[in-house]
């Protein structure tokens, strides 16, 4: 079975920065799309950021110019660099990668990392 471990979420003040991280770990097969989700209080859960395995991405409006997507490859892994942070984006952040079973789009969906951003 496939897992993701997520890392540095945390407390931060208005303007700081952190830099998210999820490693994959398992039999993963053709890895089509890594991405973050988000879920604030009383929000449903709404994407933040997508990378295709080619390279191409997706911002939300709401971080766009603040956030940046990227992944490694070789480790199975993806980030997500957070700066200029606000209030808003407090969530509790999900990393989710989609891999192609039998033609089948298949997502998995990591433990979620709470970030707070707050004076």
């Known amino acids: 079975q496939v897992q993701l471990v997520e890392s540095g979420g945390g407390l931060v003040q208005p303007g700081g920065s952190l830099r998210l991280s999820c490693a994959a770990s398992g039999s993963i097969f053709s890895i089509t799309a890594m991405g973050w989700y988000r879920q604030g209080p009383g929000k449903q859960r709404e994407l933040v950021a997508a990378i295709t395995s080619g390279g191409s991405t997706n911002y939300a409006d709401s971080v766009k110019g603040r956030f940046t997507i990227s992944r490694d490859n070789a480790k199975d892994s993806v980030y997500l660099q957070m700066n200029s942070l606000k209030p808003e984006d407090t969530a509790v952040y999900y990393c989710?990668?989609?891999?192609?079973?039998?033609?089948?789009?298949?997502?998995?969906w990591g433990q979620g990392t709470q970030v707070t951003v707050s004076s």
């Open positions: 989710r990668i989609r891999v192609v079973v039998a033609t089948t789009p298949v997502d998995y």
